[in-house]
C-alpha cells in the first residue's frame, strides 16, 4: 500500500516536468465575465468559451482569440472583430451585421443560418467555412470562392 502511494507521488512530482498540462485550454474566466459585462475584450483568451445567446452588440473583441468558441445564436451586430481568432468557432445562427472582421482567421468557422449583413471582411482569411443556408448581404463572401 506504502509503495503504490509513493509511486502516485512520484508521478504528480514528475508530471510537471513534462508540461504538467492535463485539462484542455479554455477561457479565462474573468475575461468571460468582462466580455459579458462591458461589452468590452481587446486581446482576450476567449478559446472554447461558451458564449451561446450572448449579446455582444457593439463588442470590443479586437485580436481577440475565440478559437473553437461557442457563439451560436450570439448578436454581435456592430461587433469589432479585427484581427480576432476564430478558428472553429461555433457561429450558427449568429448575427453579424454590419461587424468588422477584417484580418480575422474565419478557418473552419460554421456559419450555418448565420445572418452575415455588411460585414467587413477584407483581409480575413476564410478557409473551409461552412455557410449552409447562411444569409449573407454585401460582405465579402460568397459560396465557393476561395
Known sequence: MQTRYFAIAAILTVL???????SAHAADPSQVQQLLETGMCQGCDLSDADL??????GAD???ANLQGANLAEANLEGADLTGANLKDADLTEAF???ASLND??????????ATVYF?????????NMDLTDAAILGTGISIGSD
Open 52 to 57: 451561446r445567446q450572448a449579446h455582444l452588440i
Open 61 to 63: 473583441l479586437r485580436d
Open 104 to 113: 480575422s482567421n474565419l478557418t473552419n468557422v460554421n456559419l450555418t443560418r
Open 16 to 22: 510537471p516536468a513534462f508540461g504538467g498540462n492535463l
Open 119 to 127: 460585414a467587413d471582411v477584407s483581409g480575413a482569411l476564410m478557409r
Open 96 to 98: 453579424l451585421t454590419n
